[in-house]
């Protein structure tokens, strides 16, 4: 028979080895929408390199892989999470959501953060400037020289506004379109000579949507006063809200989250950093 003394030692022994693994499992208990089960959205389609083929189920792409990792550390398996698809204009309205997190590349802004809660970001963002062939052609060179003098374009939604206009500072305003597929209908026209993407975004752009497409430089996100946040969005009010954060931290802690941004958005781009 072991000692009282002993008993209390291996109980105190139990606890401290199991509390993360049951904090983990009780902190989102009674919270999600359909209980034991966590409910994620993402686009409608999902676009590459966020989500590989359209099909976060499989875990493949940068996003997919990361919400993941949350739903584990927030103690739900991978059988738990369940995909739905949600727009992106209609998840940042107030109100009730057909989901518990929804990953997007939302942007964190005080704005939005008003109507709909964000966890921590999960990604700071490089920032790449999306051209043509014939622009390069004309001359245009990634320094900040050469940029001031392109005619831009940007989505008035986004926060590549700020950043455009308070890091490239252009000649001449740019014009605001209401869209990625305006500002990118634009540059094929003629009507701009470059924009501003998140890097993932840009690659994407270059490659499959805008014809002759070319990435003409990027400006790492340390560059930036405030670099492109992406946070995971959830109803505001949610109360899921602590639980997600501290998932996030101790992904980022244990280097999780710099293992998954270096497999799904490689570094080794290609693109020139504009000095």
């Known amino acids: 028979m072991k000692s009282p003394l002993k008993v209390i030692a291996l109980a105190l022994t139990f606890a401290t080895c199991a509390s993360p693994v049951f904090?983990?499992?009780?902190?989102?208990?009674?919270?999600?929408?359909?209980?034991?089960?966590?409910?994620?959205a993402t686009g409608?389609?999902?676009?590459?390199?966020w989500v590989i083929d359209d099909a976060p189920e499989t875990g493949k792409g940068f996003e997919p892989a990361v919400a993941y990792a949350v739903a584990a550390k927030m103690g739900f398996g991978s059988d738990d999470v369940v995909w739905v698809r949600s727009g992106f204009d209609e998840s940042i309205q107030p109100g009730a959501k057909n989901f518990d997190l929804n990953v997007q590349q939302f942007s964190i802004s005080d704005d939005r953060d008003k109507i709909v809660d964000f966890s921590t970001s999960y990604y700071s963002s490089a920032m790449a400037v999306l051209t043509t062939q014939a622009v390069v052609d004309g001359g245009a060179v990634p320094t900040l020289a050469s940029l001031k003098s392109l005619k831009?374009?940007?989505?008035?939604?986004?926060?590549?506004?700020?950043?455009?206009?308070?890091?490239?500072?252009p000649d001449s305003d740019p014009l605001l379109y209401n869209d990625q597929t305006d500002v990118t209908a634009a540059i094929q026209a003629g009507q701009i000579d470059a924009a501003l993407f998140d890097l993932p975004t840009a690659l994407y752009l270059s490659a499959v949507v805008v014809e002759n497409g070319v990435l003409l430089g990027q400006f790492?996100?340390?560059?930036t006063k405030n670099p492109d946040q992406f946070g995971m969005l959830m109803e505001e009010g949610s109360p899921l809200k602590a639980c997600v954060n501290d998932a996030?931290?101790?992904?980022?802690?244990?280097g999780t989250l710099a293992d998954l941004e270096a497999t799904w958005l490689s570094e080794t781009t290609g693109v020139p950093v504009i000095e």
Do not use: H, M, S
Not at 220 to 223: V, W
Not at 248 to 254: H, N, P, R, S
């Open 23 to 40: 904090a983990a499992e009780q902190c989102a208990t009674g919270k999600t929408l359909v209980d034991g089960k966590l409910t994620i």
């Open 44 to 49: 409608n389609p999902a676009y590459f390199p």
């Open 152 to 169: 831009w374009g940007a989505d008035a939604n986004t926060t590549a506004v700020p950043v455009l206009t308070e890091l490239v500072e």
């Open 220 to 223: 790492p996100a340390d560059r």
């Open 248 to 254: 996030i931290a101790a992904l980022t802690a244990d």
